[in-house]
């Protein structure tokens, strides 16, 4: 009954009030924000996945929420148990991108009321360019639209065609432009600049970085260090929320594997064309729907790698092992790793598949094990000198690194350490500036990149010469759980 229901909202909101049974803090920006679990997580699929799955977060009391502000914070919460919010002028902004983050779909609908009628231009411009806004399409926005992304036919007859458009030489240029980008991209479909396997330039060739996705976000972000000032450039977004995925890249392809969205666990697939700024479907599921699991491409095959496919902590590890054919279009099962990794790294060295840390149904793993697709068996080698899940690994001049990551549930690492497949043998290098987990590494003309973690936008430089990190370019938008791939400059 709504008596009931009234009844049980109001004693819901009094015990928090009253400071009984809250059994986690929320912490952002100054505010110390006490509540329920089973109160948030009936209210936002956000935190229904951040408490359900096997995310640090779900065993912690205290957690910080970054990029959020504390009284929009505070507010929503409110909302929360009572269903109440005050909104003005002045807080919709931060309300509003808090209650995207939290994805709390009620507040979304202040966009019909008076308040927003009432935002100031550069409010309302701050809203539309967000990665994180979800509209119908696109094309409905104007300036903060990507029109190189709009359709042809839309682009010339619609837009081009519209008097406001046509009367404003601003929005003119704009259009003018995106045409010119959308001629590039269509004599690029019938003359393909990127080089296959068998097309592939002879000599040194540049290299470039994608970020793939990431917790709660489809965007995807492109940098190519080698430029006199390198700033990351948003590409097309992925088709759907892929938190935890794994990356790969075949034949110049950036496949997109498994990954959660919104808590859902996935066996889906999407690779990206950059001669076309696309991302297509129409890659054949894996059999197992998986996220934190590891990808590694070897010889035109796809490799999937352990992973979770349970929200229940841990309990749905896996040891299971798929491997892709691009030419079929088809996942068929290969030998399963000795032991079950979630949160693991995975990359190929020496024409071996390395399966690096990660998180078990137990401790944090510093084993490694190695897969010789020619022998089909896993083999343990040297472990790590520390255990950690989390962490970034990337192949460079014959050597395998790892960064980062966290270990037990105590800290986050800022440590690093490189593996000699021919001594079997772990060495330590420098420390990271900063304590990353969740992180991305890539190697790329020489090299290695960290980029991201929980709760950073920041990128460090590592130059194995000078055994160094400095700091690089920073991202949009802070990531962490993103997939990280490496692509030939076109």
Not at 265 to 285: C, G, H, K, M
Not at 449 to 454: F, K, P, R
């Amino acid at each position: 009954s709504q008596t009931h229901d009234r009844f049980l909202v109001e004693k819901l909101a009094k015990l928090r009030d009253d400071g009984l049974l809250y059994d986690v803090t929320l912490i952002a920006k100054g505010f110390r924000i006490n509540a329920h679990r089973v109160v948030l997580a009936a209210n936002s699929d956000y935190f229904r996945a951040m408490f359900t799955s096997e995310m640090m977060e779900s065993r912690q009391q205290e957690i910080e929420m970054v990029d959020i502000e504390g009284a929009a914070l505070d507010a929503l919460i409110s909302f929360c148990y009572c269903g109440k919010i005050r909104i003005s002028d002045v807080n919709i902004p931060s309300t509003l991108h808090a209650a995207c983050l939290l994805q709390l779909d009620e507040i979304k609908e202040i966009t019909g009321t008076e308040e927003f009628y009432r935002l100031l231009f550069d409010q309302l411009a701050h809203l539309l360019s967000k990665d994180e806004l979800v509209v119908p399409s696109e094309e409905q926005l104007l300036e903060c639209v990507r029109f190189p992304l709009c359709r042809p036919e839309f682009l010339i007859n619609a837009i081009s065609k519209n008097a406001l458009v046509m009367a404003d030489a601003t929005c003119r240029n704009l259009v003018d432009q995106a045409k010119d980008e959308v001629i590039l991209q269509m004599s690029a479909l019938e003359h393909p600049k990127v080089q296959g396997r068998r097309t592939r330039a002879c000599g040194a060739v540049d290299e470039v970085i994608y970020v793939v996705g990431g917790f709660d976000t489809r965007s995807v972000e492109r940098l190519d260090p080698g430029t006199a000032s390198p700033v990351w450039q948003y590409v097309a977004s992925l088709n759907q929320e892929r938190y935890l995925t794994g990356v790969a890249v075949v034949d110049s392809f950036i496949y997109s594997v498994g990954g959660l969205e919104k808590g859902k666990f996935l066996n889906s697939i999407e690779r990206y064309n950059p001669a076309t700024d696309q991302w297509i479907s129409d890659v054949a599921p894996s059999r197992v729907s998986r996220y934190s699991l590891g990808v590694a491409a070897l010889d035109d095959h796809l490799y999937a790698v352990g992973g979770f496919n349970d929200s229940s902590h841990g309990s749905g590890c896996l040891n299971i092992v798929e491997c892709y054919d691009v030419r079929r279009n088809e996942w068929t099962s290969v030998a399963p790793m000795g032991l079950c990794r979630g949160w693991l790294c995975v990359s190929v060295l020496d024409g071996c598949i390395y399966a690096v840390g990660g998180k078990s149904n137990g401790p944090v793993l510093s084993t490694v094990e190695r897969l010789d697709p020619r022998v089909g068996r896993w083999e343990g080698v040297c472990s790590m000198s520390t255990p950690r899940f989390g962490h970034g690994s990337a192949v460079l001049d014959g050597a395998l690194y790892v960064v980062g990551g966290h270990h037990e549930r105590s800290y986050k690492l800022s440590s690093g350490e490189k593996y000699d497949s021919r001594a079997d043998r772990w060495t330590s290098v420098n420390d990271m500036n900063s304590e990353r987990q969740g992180l991305g590494l890539a190697a790329v003309n020489g090299k290695l990149y960290a980029i991201g973690g929980l709760g950073h936008d920041s990128v460090e430089g590592f130059d194995p010469k000078t055994n160094q990190w400095k700091h690089h370019s920073n991202m949009n938008c802070k990531r962490d759980g993103f997939g990280v791939a490496v692509l030939q400059k076109p």
